[in-house]
T-cell receptor, first 115, second 113 residues
């Protein structure tokens, strides 16, 4: 079974631009969650989508948004990029989603650098 | 307010010895706990989990212990191998409450040959 895939793996943008990241979950998984990882900060939860609906949202500004398609693939968008948005963005999929007794499977991440 | 804390940013252990990674949590609603391992340039990989109805779960060289009264869990790796060198994240959720996983900041384990 193929794992979680994320594209692109690396991205360089400048301040003020916007960016879209993509995530394809494991086949059959309906939940996709997004996390931001910065040095020394662990994984900060951004949002979760389940069956095309946003089910949970973390404490991030409205510049961060996402969506999920009918095939469970998900995209995350960040508008008006700031230097502090430089991070590793991780996507995770699971069968039943957050708040259930099942683990999440992570993709390799997209390394975003904002100059 | 950090609900999941890994107070040791790093740990060094000799190959063959035991590695003990610790994690504390503050939210008494948490009832499902997981450990993930992360290598550089890769996403976290699930290692082992435990629900609050248990106090121990074992999988090969990895054992997780849960002390609910102390709100503390630990991951034991025996024997430690150089390939175990990675960053380990503790995560917790209130699985019955449909809340997202909360991660600690991680502990970097170095296993020295």
């Amino acid at each position: 079974k193929a794992g979680v895939t994320q594209t692109p793996r690396y991205l360089i943008k400048t301040r003020g631009q916007q960016v879209t990241l993509s995530c394809s979950p494991i086949s059959g998984h309906r939940s996709v969650s997004w996390y931001q990882q910065t040095p020394g900060q662990g994984l900060q939860f951004l949002f979760e989508y389940f069956s095309e609906t946003q089910r949970n949202k973390g404490n991030f500004p409205g510049r961060f948004s996402g969506r999920q398609f009918s095939n469970s693939r998900s995209e995350m968008n960040v508008s008006t990029l700031e230097l502090g948005d430089s991070a590793l963005y991780l996507c995770a999929s699971s069968l039943a989603g957050q708040g259930s007794y099942n683990e999440q499977f992570f993709g390799p991440g997209t390394r975003l650098t904002v100059l | 307010d950090q609900q999941v804390k890994q107070n040791s940013p790093s740990l060094s252990v000799q190959e063959g010895r035991i590695s003990i990674l610790n994690c504390d949590y503050t939210n008494s609603m948490f009832d499902y706990f997981l450990w993930y391992k992360k290598y550089p340039a890769e996403g976290p990989t699930f290692l082992i989990s435990i629900s609050s109805i248990k106090d121990k779960n074992e999988d090969g060289r990895f054992t997780v212990f849960l002390n609910k009264s102390a709100k503390h869990l630990s991951l034991h790796i025996v024997p430690s191998q150089p390939g175990d060198s990675a960053v380990y994240f503790c995560a917790a959720s209130a699985a019955s409450g449909n809340t997202p996983l909360v991660f600690g900041k991680g502990t970097r384990l170095s296993v020295i040959a």
